[in-house]
């Protein structure tokens, strides 16, 4: 079964800074598709990043970044000059056809 | 707003009874996806559908089921509630298979 998993249940960031998340997943397929899903304290899920297997160039989205390494299955995501309102629960996603799996989640603190 | 409606947004009921979380997809989306999310826990996958007919299956209990209707709308039904499954029921959809799922803003059930 494809496993993903987020190592730093928390990690704190000090604004204006950068901060990398780390996930992990575990899967013997070659096409899929990972998120970065983002839960601020509204508790809504919000699309942050997605990446193509088949795609080498990492994604980037305005201060959102991601490092894709197949070969490691590796998916982590960079928040360059973090803001007060990035702090949240971001969760890594793994999609495969119709099986979905989400890590256990990260809680990011941006310290002013 | 990600365009996913879920009605009603707060429940509040007993032990024993029975429930029913709608959700509407985005326009054009035909796959709908039920999440539980209990108190500082991941996603847990429940149930897909696709085009009104079930697709996956995840960790569902018996005592949940869940339906897509022709116009694309779906019921989440829970019943028998215990204390335990006091949680957020996220709906998801997405226009079909490896297209990220948008989320709606939750039904936080409570089961007194």
């Known amino acids: 079964a494809q496993t993903v998993t987020q190592s730093q249940p928390e990690m704190s960031v000090q604004e204006a800074e950068t901060v990398t998340l780390s996930c992990t997943y575990d899967t013997s397929e070659s096409d899929y598709y990972l998120f970065w899903y983002k839960q601020p304290p509204s508790r809504q899920m919000i699309l942050v990043i997605r990446q193509e297997a088949y795609k080498q160039q990492n994604a980037t989205e305005n201060r959102f970044s991601v490092n894709f390494q197949k070969a490691a299955k590796s998916f982590s995501l960079k928040i360059s000059d973090s803001q007060l309102g990035d702090a949240a629960m971001y969760f890594c996603a793994y999609r495969r056809a119709d099986d979905m799996r989400f890590g256990a989640g990260t809680r990011l603190t941006v310290k002013p | 707003d990600s365009g996913v409606t879920q009605t009603p947004k707060h429940l509040i009921t007993a032990t024993g009874q029975r429930v029913t979380l709608r959700c509407s997809p985005r326009?054009?989306?035909?796959?709908v996806y039920w999440y539980q999310q209990s108190l500082d826990q991941g996603l847990q996958f429940l149930i897909q559908y696709y085009n009104g007919e079930e697709r996956a299956k995840g960790n569902i209990l018996e005592r949940f089921s869940a339906q897509q209707f022709p116009d694309l709308h779906s019921e989440l039904n829970l019943s028998s509630l215990e204390l335990g499954d006091s949680a957020l029921y996220f709906c998801a959809s997405s226009r079909g298979v490896g297209y990220e799922q948008y989320f709606g803003p939750g039904t936080r059930l409570t089961v007194t």
């Open positions: 326009s054009g989306d035909l796959s």
